[in-house]
């Protein structure tokens, strides 16, 4: 089955800095890349995702990546600020042939912005 | 909207006795899904479920049975708790593949935290 990894496990930047984290993915079938964030004591909520027929998305200062041939995606944060202080999930789903939509889940990254 | 809740928020049980689980969603979603969540171990598919009527094991199933008897509602049981099954659990939901202008990701609950002495 796919296999996600994520990478950093933690980070911590200084608030106005910029954050990434990095996931690779095994299923060469795998078309969609969804981000989520999850708060303390919150269950996961989505960021932003992509497609695999796309290279990159931003949505104000969020932004993702995805390198199909090397089979790794990014999320890039700009002008980190205290609120984004949370765990952050990528994720994957497969081709047209996964059963039940079903995503597969990096480690998380516990990212800390500091004031 | 609610969009997808859960209950209990949380519990304690001791080794051996039984509970469930309930997940709802209002947004008509087809497909739903209940992961735990471990330290360092991201969200574990536990079981998922196509439609009414139906269910298929996910990643990690044993120790778990699942029922979706209505659409809206999601079942997750354990028969005799094992303190490896202390975990957060979270629900989630997510339109079927190929709907029209429709996002395919999973809208996750809240939560239930779980403790098993």
């Known amino acids: 089955g796919e296999n996600v990894e994520q990478h950093p496990s933690t980070l911590s930047v200084q608030e106005g800095d910029s954050a990434v984290i990095k996931c690779t993915y095994s299923d060469s079938a795998s078309n969609y890349f969804p981000w989520y964030k999850q708060e303390l004591g919150k269950g996961p909520q989505l960021i932003i995702d992509?497609?695999?027929?796309?290279g990159e998305k931003k949505d104000q200062r969020i932004a993702v990546t995805l390198n199909k041939t090397a089979k790794h995606f990014s999320l890039h944060i700009t002008e980190t600020q205290p609120e984004d202080s949370a765990v952050y999930f990528c994720?994957?789903?497969?081709?047209?042939?996964?059963?039940?939509?079903?995503?597969?889940f990096g480690g998380g990254t516990r990212v800390l912005v500091k004031p | 909207n609610a969009g997808v809740t859960q209950t209990p928020k949380f519990r304690v049980l001791k080794t051996g006795q039984s509970m469930t689980l309930l997940c709802a969603q209002d947004m008509n979603h087809e497909y739903m899904y209940w992961y735990r969540q471990d330290p360092g171990m991201g969200l574990r598919l536990i079981h998922y479920s196509v439609g009414e009527g139906t269910t298929a094991k996910g990643e990690v199933p044993d120790g778990y049975n699942v029922s979706r008897l209505k659409k809206q509602n999601f079942l997750l049981g354990l028969e005799s708790a094992a303190p490896s099954q202390t975990s957060v659990y979270f629900c989630?939901?997510?339109?079927?593949?190929?709907?029209?202008?429709?996002?395919?990701?999973?809208?996750f609950g809240p939560g239930t935290r779980l403790l098993v002495l």
């Open positions: 994720a994957s789903k497969g081709g047209i042939k996964a059963a039940g939509n079903k995503l597969t």
């Open positions: 992509i497609r695999s027929n796309v």
């Open positions: 989630a939901s997510t339109n079927t593949l190929g709907d029209r202008g429709v996002r395919e990701t999973q809208y």
